[in-house]
Structures are given as structure tokens and as C-alpha cells.
């Protein structure tokens, strides 16, 4: 039971390349989040999906895209990269959207733009 | 004014010492979570609380619910609980998105 796992752990882009960064979880939860951590603040959610089929935007979305493409997995693209994407990543997953529910978090990518 | 305030952001401690971080919200919640994060590591679940008092080892986390207000303790503190912790609230606004406060790095030196 590996819990949610993140590839790739760490990523140098040049301004302008695209890459995805793969979550997956085996927790069977319906929700899963996106997340990007910078020094000084707090995590900001940039997307979520509550359900399979289903996303959002969330506090940070501009320069993202997201795929919800199973039950297991949500993706998130970078399509331009910008040096202001620097930052480290972490997936999340719930049981479900409603509250009173745990996030469970991804070891992070850290990624760099240059 | 941020809606999660911890407090310290820094703290330096001696082993052995007992610890205390402290969250602050500004919202009605639903439940309380307190995390781990190691240097350069992933988030760790520590505890989720929606009222008194819940004890793992030697983390302690309280809340209070009229007051706004959650504690963490570790007791007898080890250079290994050197990380950063953050607070975040889920509030009952009918959003299910954590609200996160921006943590507190501790240090403590053996």
C-alpha cells in the first residue's frame, strides 16, 4: 500500500517547456488536490477533483492544466513553463470532498524553472 | 490578516525540553489538522481533531473550539522531531479546502 505517489521527484525546465507531473494514489479515495508550497507561505491549492470526472480550480490556477484520468490518478500540466512555477509540488487525496475529511499528501516534486 | 496564524514560526529547543506550537483561525471549522514536514521531505498526517484531545506517543495535540485555538506539544523532545509543522483548518463554509497556516520550523539540538 503505497499511499499517494508523485513522479518525478525533482525537475529543471527551461522558460517555455511543458512537462506533467503523474499523481496516483491507491487509497481508493474519490478526491485528489494539487498543491504548490513556497517558502514563507502556506500550501495553495491550484486544482482539485472531488470525484472521477470532475475538476475545479482552485486558489492558483493560472499556467495549469489538470487531467482526472481514472480513480487512481490526477495529473497537472504545465503547458509554458514560467519562472514564477518554481516551486515544490504535493499531490493530495481524501476519502471524499465533504468535511471531516483527511488529506493525505504525496512526497512532493520539487521543480525549477530556468 | 492570514485566517490560520501559528505561532512561534521559528523555535529552537534543547533535547529533552518540552514543546509547544500554537494555531490560531479566524473560521468556523469542521476539523483541525496537524502535519509534518521534514527537510526536503513529504507532508506527514500527524493528528485530526475536531474537539479535546488526542495523544500519539509523545505528541499531544489539544483544541479548543470556542476559542479558535489548537496546541501541539511533544514532550521530551529528540533532534528527529526537527521539521516543520503546519496547522490547517477545514472550514464548515460548505468548501472542503484545508485553510493552511505557514507552519513552524523547529530545531531541536542535541
Known sequence: NAGVTQTPKFQVLKTGQS???QCAQDMNHNSMYWYRQD?????RLIYYSASEGTTDKGEVPNGYNVSRLNKREFSLRLESAAP?????YFCASSLTSTTYNEQFFGP????TVL | KNEVEQSPQNLTAQEGEFITINCSYSVGISALHWLQQHPGGGIVSLF??????KKHGRLIATINIQEKHSSLHITASHPRDSAVYICAVL????????????????KVLA
Not at chain 2, 472550514?91 to 523547529?106: A, E, H, N, V
Open chain 1, 19 to 21: 512537462m506533467t507531473l
Open chain 1, 39 to 43: 517558502p514563507g507561505m502556506g500550501l
Open chain 1, 84 to 88: 514564477s512555477q518554481t516551486s515544490v
Open chain 1, 108 to 111: 512532493g516534486t520539487r521543480l
Open chain 2, 48 to 53: 485530526m481533531l475536531s474537539s479535546g484531545k
Open chain 2, 91 to 106: 472550514p464548515t463554509s460548505g468548501t472542503y479546502k484545508y485553510i493552511f497556516g505557514t507552519g513552524t520550523r523547529l
